[in-house]
């Protein structure tokens, strides 16, 4: 197992190891494990790490670590920043066309990269917002 980081707050409850690289090879993140008392394990990107750390608490879900230059392995706290889903969404699609598309299943807007959707290949099938809306959305065309 890697070494082990100190367990600064918001992780004063568990054992912090790492970072160690993820599964997929050199071009994955790097990882920590955080162990609780004897209990079940759970694993954390490094860059979410290093951001709660800095916080004092645990991002939620709706934060994503980024990072600044788009090196997933420049995990140097001065390269990460907190930013919303859509917000982060937006970075990677520079230089892309974004669409604005009304999900078939809930009816809520959405943005996805234009090359991701129905629209790109030529289909007649609407792109929805999820897996769960995309099934809700096929029921509702067989009924």
Not at 19 to 43: E, F, I, Q
Not at 48 to 67: K, M, N, Q
Not at 79 to 99: E, F, H, I, M, Y
Request: aromatic letters at 6%.
């Amino acid at each position: 197992m890697a070494k082990r980081l100190p367990s600064d707050p918001p992780f004063k409850d568990f054992k912090v190891y790492g970072p160690y690289v993820g599964r997929k090879g050199s071009h994955s993140r790097r990882m920590v494990t955080l162990v609780r008392d004897g209990s079940a394990s759970t694993t954390m990107a490094y860059a979410r790490y290093l951001l709660s750390v800095r916080a004092g608490r645990w991002l939620t879900a709706g934060e994503e670590a980024d990072h600044v230059d788009e090196d997933r392995l420049n995990d140097d706290p001065v390269n990460l920043q907190v930013l919303t889903p859509l917000d982060n969404k937006r970075k990677s699609a520079r230089g892309r066309t974004l669409v604005t598309l009304t999900c078939p299943g809930c009816g809520q807007q959405f943005e996805r990269e234009r090359r991701q959707t129905h629209l790109a290949k030529g289909g007649k099938i609407p792109t929805a917002c999820s897996r769960h809306c995309s099934g809700v959305a096929q029921h509702k065309r067989a009924a």
